[in-house]
């Protein structure tokens, strides 16, 4: 089962990374051990190799979520406070968190397979609830990641599906969250120099 949430990462000289992050998790939830596919080109995977620990958090911030995705610096800056246990930060407005130290690491393939373990955890808050808007953020956001090596027609299309449902069971914050998503689809577009109707609007 894949989990989506938010994993912050230090480099050696302390400087905060903050990334979305789906990790494989055992069917019954406990969080004892995920495991972590990053990129061996991302910050996390440096920064995991480099210190070996880090913190998972679970969050309906999904604004922050499609802000990393993207690789934009969260602006304004999240919230954090020292890890419990590891050398890290907590996401002080997320909903719980999981403090992890790595036990195996793989890197032998473009995406490092990366064994965590839980040494701490926390509940800070409580969940939002279900809510299709931001449901289609993180959706919007998945498809946005590869934005520069997929078809846009189909994207795009998609994109339209999902603007629709953010304009009727959204707040501010997934508005706006998708306004993001649906500016950095047009500028892959252009990198790409890429025609379509399609990417002119997203509703």
């Given at each position: 089962?894949?989990?989506?949430?938010?994993?912050?990462?230090?480099?050696?000289?302390?400087?905060?990374?903050?990334?979305?992050?789906?990790?494989?998790?055992?069917?019954?939830?406990?969080?004892?051990?995920?495991?972590?596919?990053?990129?061996?080109?991302?910050?996390?995977?440096?920064?995991?190799?480099?210190?070996?620990?880090?913190?998972?958090?679970?969050?309906?911030?999904?604004?922050?979520?499609?802000?990393?995705?993207?690789?934009?610096?969260?602006?304004?800056?999240?919230?954090?406070?020292?890890a419990d246990v590891i050398t890290g930060r907590i996401l002080t407005d997320?909903?719980?968190?999981?403090?992890?130290?790595?036990?195996?690491?793989?890197?032998?393939?473009?995406?490092?397979?990366?064994?965590?373990?839980?040494?701490?955890?926390?509940?800070?808050?409580?969940?939002?609830?279900?809510?299709?808007?931001?449901?289609?953020?993180?959706?919007?956001?998945?498809?946005?990641?590869?934005?520069?090596?997929?078809g846009f027609d189909e994207l795009f299309t998609e994109f339209r599906k999902?603007?629709?449902?953010?304009?009727?069971?959204?707040?501010?914050?997934?508005?706006?969250?998708?306004?993001?998503?649906?500016?950095?689809?047009?500028?892959?577009?252009?990198?790409?120099?890429?025609?379509?109707?399609?990417?002119?609007?997203?509703?």
């Amino acid at each position: 089962m894949i989990l989506e949430g938010i994993v912050t990462t230090l480099n050696l000289a302390g400087a905060l990374n903050v990334a979305p992050m789906g990790p494989q998790v055992d069917h019954d939830l406990s969080m004892a051990r995920f495991v972590l596919r990053p990129f061996r080109t991302s910050t996390t995977y440096q920064n995991l190799k480099a210190r070996g620990e880090g913190v998972f958090h679970i969050t309906d911030d999904v604004l922050l979520l499609a802000q990393t995705a993207i690789g934009l610096a969260p602006s304004p800056a999240p919230a954090t406070r020292p890890a419990d246990v590891i050398t890290g930060r907590i996401l002080t407005d997320a909903c719980r968190y999981y403090e992890f130290r790595v036990v195996e690491l793989d890197d032998r393939e473009d995406r490092a397979s990366i064994i965590a373990e839980t040494v701490a955890q926390g509940r800070l808050r409580d969940f939002f609830g279900f809510n299709r808007a931001k449901h289609a953020v993180v959706e919007a956001a998945i498809m946005a990641t590869r934005a520069d090596w997929l078809g846009f027609d189909e994207l795009f299309t998609e994109f339209r599906k999902l603007a629709i449902v953010v304009d009727k069971t959204g707040g501010p914050r997934e508005r706006a969250a998708f306004t993001l998503l649906h500016r950095h689809m047009r500028e892959a577009v252009e990198r790409r120099g890429f025609e379509s109707d399609a990417s002119r609007s997203p509703s």
